[in-house]
C-alpha cells in the first residue's frame, strides 16, 4: 500500500513537471510573439513617419510649383490683342495715327480702339506686326512707333501697278510700363492714294508679349 502511495506521487509529480514546461513553453511562445508584434508595430510606425515626411514634401514641392506658375502667368504672357480697320482710310496725311476700330482680341485691355494706341500693361518683351492694303496706284508708307518714335518702316507701293498691294511689318520691342505703341503713317513722307480694308482684306495692328 506504501508503495502504491508513492508510485501515485511519482506520476503525480512527473505530470506536474510536464504541465509546467508546457506552459513555459507556451510562455516563451508567447513572449517571442509579443516581441514580433512590437517590432513590427515599429516598423509600422517609422513606414507610416516615412512617407507623412514624403508626403509633406511632396506637398511642399507641389504648392511652391503652382506658386510659381500663377505669379508667371499674373506677370507674363497675359497681353495680346487683334484689331482691323472697318472702313477705308482715304488719303492719309503724314504722321496720322491709324485706328484700328475694329477688336477681335484684347487680353489685358491694353489696346484702345477708340485712340489706336497700345499702352502697355507691363513691362516686358512684345511682339507687335501691322498688315497695310493700299488701293491701285497708290503708296503709303507707314511704321511702328514706341513713344514716338519709329521702330519700324514699311511701304506698300502699287503706284506702278493697276493692283491692290499688301505689306506687313513686325517688330520686337523691349517695351516699359505705361509705353505707348502705335501704328502711323511715316511723318516725313508725302502719302498717295488709300489705305484700304474689307472683309476680303484687313489692315490690321496685333501685338503679344513674349515675356
Known amino acids: 500500500c506504501v508503495l502504491s502511495y508513492v508510485n501515485c506521487d511519482e506520476a503525480a509529480h512527473q ?10 513553453d507556451t510562455i516563451q511562445r508567447l513572449e517571442s510573439r509579443v516581441k514580433e508584434l512590437e517590432t513590427s508595430a ?7 513617419e516615412d512617407m507623412r515626411a514624403r508626403f509633406e514634401d511632396l506637398s511642399e514641392k507641389c504648392d511652391t510649383e503652382h ?5 508667371r502667368q499674373g506677370n507674363s504672357n497675359h497681353n495680346a ?4 480697320m472697318s472702313t477705308n482710310l482715304q488719303y492719309p496725311h503724314p504722321d496720322r495715327t491709324f485706328v484700328f476700330d475694329t477688336v477681335r482680341t484684347n487680353v489685358g485691355s491694353g489696346y484702345s480702339n477708340s485712340s489706336g494706341l497700345f499702352t502697355a500693361p507691363h513691362a516686358g518683351t512684345f511682339v507687335f506686326a501691322w498688315t497695310v492694303v493700299v488701293d491701285a496706284t497708290s503708296f503709303v508708307f507707314s511704321e511702328l512707333s514706341v513713344n514716338n518714335v519709329a521702330m519700324g518702316n514699311v511701304i506698300s507701293d502699287s503706284q506702278e ?9 513686325m517688330v520686337v520691342a523691349q517695351l516699359s510700363h505705361g509705353d505707348v505703341v502705335k ?10 492714294g488709300s489705305v484700304l480694308s474689307s472683309n476680303t ?3 490690321s495692328f496685333s501685338g503679344f508679349q513674349l515675356y
Open 15 to 24: 505530470q506536474s513537471g510536464d504541465l509546467i514546461g508546457r506552459l513555459m
Open 42 to 48: 515599429i516598423y509600422g510606425q517609422k513606414e507610416r
Open 67 to 71: 506658386s510659381g506658375i500663377a505669379k
Open 81 to 84: 490683342f487683334y484689331a482691323y
Open 161 to 169: 501697278n493697276n493692283e491692290y498691294h499688301t505689306t506687313t511689318g
Open 183 to 192: 501704328v502711323r503713317s511715316n511723318p516725313k513722307v508725302t502719302i498717295h
Open 201 to 203: 482684306h484687313r489692315t
